[in-house]
């Protein structure tokens, strides 16, 4: 396996992907960053801000020179890029990784062009990210701290396993395992439920008729829920759409736990919304240890 060293192509330069070139620059991982997307401006920006080191617009050309080649792009379009990429692979190609929020389309696009999965195709997921977007709000640090999840699957290379671990190891993340189906249902309950219902309170908000003066006496704690109704709406309806069994069935899961608290509400039944008020700050608190140790480490 061609790293350290080598060259590392990035599809789709964005906040993501720019933020890895970043941290493998720094860290020494790869010598030679290439973009390669479908638009210029991006690309040259990235150029701009010693990002990357150059760019291609011709993906034949990208897969031809990475020695690992991370694809970068939006949930939805990473499955079409994968079906584009994976028939150009030869037994000698790069490595292909990505950074997609759901790992199933991803695997059942790969499987419906080549019928089994590719040895060189490692399927991979940045937990970490920003309201912001774009290659101008990357940033060297943003995987410090936080976890990457891979989904390696029978019939991976193991060495290519191994390169794609040591990659994110080295922006100073942690990695772990989990199945493509554990990592699906996992982050459609913490991750894209939360965004579905963050932009689903400011929107009912906003349609109210006392929108106004409830935006302007709204307080800490509807900032902090809210914040991340401030992220891209383009990414995280292609997210809901590709995730949507996993996304279902959590918000399933939650309505009927809101059902319950609405009965105890509308029964005045205190002592269930103590108790589940008490059973959530407890377990609000240990996750925030669990953070704290992380951050010490």
Same mark, same amino acid.
């Given at each position: 396996?061609?790293?350290?060293?080598?060259?590392?192509?990035?599809?789709?330069?964005?906040? #993501?992907?720019?933020?890895?070139?970043?941290?493998?620059?720094?860290?020494?991982?790869?010598?030679?960053?290439?973009?390669?997307?479908?638009?210029?401006?991006?690309?040259?920006?990235?150029?701009?801000?010693?990002? #990357?080191?150059?760019?291609?617009?011709?993906?034949?050309?990208?897969?031809?020179?990475?020695? #690992?080649?991370?694809?970068?792009?939006?949930?939805?379009?990473?499955?079409?890029?994968?079906?584009?990429?994976?028939?150009?692979?030869?037994?000698?190609?790069?490595?292909?990784?990505?950074?997609?929020?759901?790992?199933?389309?991803?695997?059942?696009?790969?499987?419906?062009?080549?019928?089994?999965?590719?040895?060189?195709?490692?399927?991979?997921?940045?937990?970490?990210?920003?309201?912001?977007?774009?290659?101008?709000?990357?940033?060297?640090?943003?995987?410090?701290?936080?976890?990457?999840?891979?989904?390696?699957?029978?019939?991976?290379?193991?060495?290519?396993?191994?390169?794609?671990?040591?990659?994110?190891?080295?922006?100073?993340?942690?990695?772990?395992?989990?199945?493509?189906?554990?990592?699906?249902?996992?982050?459609?309950?913490?991750?894209?439920?939360?965004?579905?219902?963050?932009?689903?309170?400011?929107?009912?908000?906003?349609?109210?008729?006392?929108?106004?003066?409830?935006?302007?006496?709204?307080?800490?704690?509807?900032?902090?829920?809210?914040? #991340?109704?401030?992220?891209?709406?383009?990414?995280?309806?292609?997210?809901?759409?590709?995730?949507?069994?996993?996304?279902?069935?959590?918000?399933?899961?939650?309505?009927?736990?809101?059902?319950?608290?609405?009965?105890?509400?509308?029964?005045?039944?205190?002592?269930?919304?103590?108790?589940?008020?008490?059973?959530?700050?407890?377990?609000?608190?240990?996750?925030?240890?669990?953070?704290?140790?992380?951050?010490?480490?």
């Amino acid at each position: 396996m061609a790293a350290p060293g080598g060259t590392l192509v990035i599809l789709g330069l964005g906040l #993501i992907g720019g933020s890895l070139a970043r941290a493998l620059r720094a860290s020494g991982f790869c010598d030679h960053f290439v973009g390669c997307g479908h638009r210029a401006p991006s690309l040259e920006r990235g150029v701009e801000l010693g990002v #990357i080191d150059e760019y291609t617009l011709d993906l034949d050309e990208a897969v031809r020179r990475a020695d #690992i080649l991370v694809v970068c792009t939006p949930t939805l379009t990473a499955a079409d890029s994968l079906a584009q990429i994976l028939p150009m692979l030869g037994q000698q190609g790069p490595v292909v990784t990505d950074v997609a929020s759901v790992k199933g389309s991803l695997h059942r696009a790969a499987l419906s062009v080549t019928g089994s999965m590719p040895p060189r195709l490692v399927l991979a997921h940045p937990i970490a990210g920003s309201e912001r977007s774009g290659v101008d709000a990357s940033s060297g640090e943003l995987f410090e701290g936080h976890r990457v999840i891979l989904t390696p699957v029978p019939g991976n290379d193991p060495q290519a396993v191994d390169l794609v671990r040591r990659m994110w190891r080295s922006t100073g993340a942690e990695v772990v395992d989990m199945s493509v189906q554990c990592h699906d249902a996992v982050l459609a309950a913490t991750s894209h439920l939360p965004h579905l219902l963050a932009y689903a309170l400011v929107d009912a908000l906003a349609a109210d008729a006392d929108s106004d003066d409830m935006f302007r006496c709204a307080a800490g704690g509807f900032r902090d829920f809210t914040r #991340i109704a401030s992220s891209d709406p383009v990414m995280w309806r292609d997210i809901a759409l590709a995730n949507r069994d996993a996304l279902l069935a959590a918000i399933d899961d939650f309505g009927a736990h809101l059902g319950q608290l609405r009965s105890a509400v509308e029964q005045g039944d205190g002592d269930t919304l103590y108790a589940t008020f008490t059973r959530a700050k407890t377990a609000r608190d240990e996750f925030a240890e669990i953070l704290a140790r992380r951050r010490k480490r």
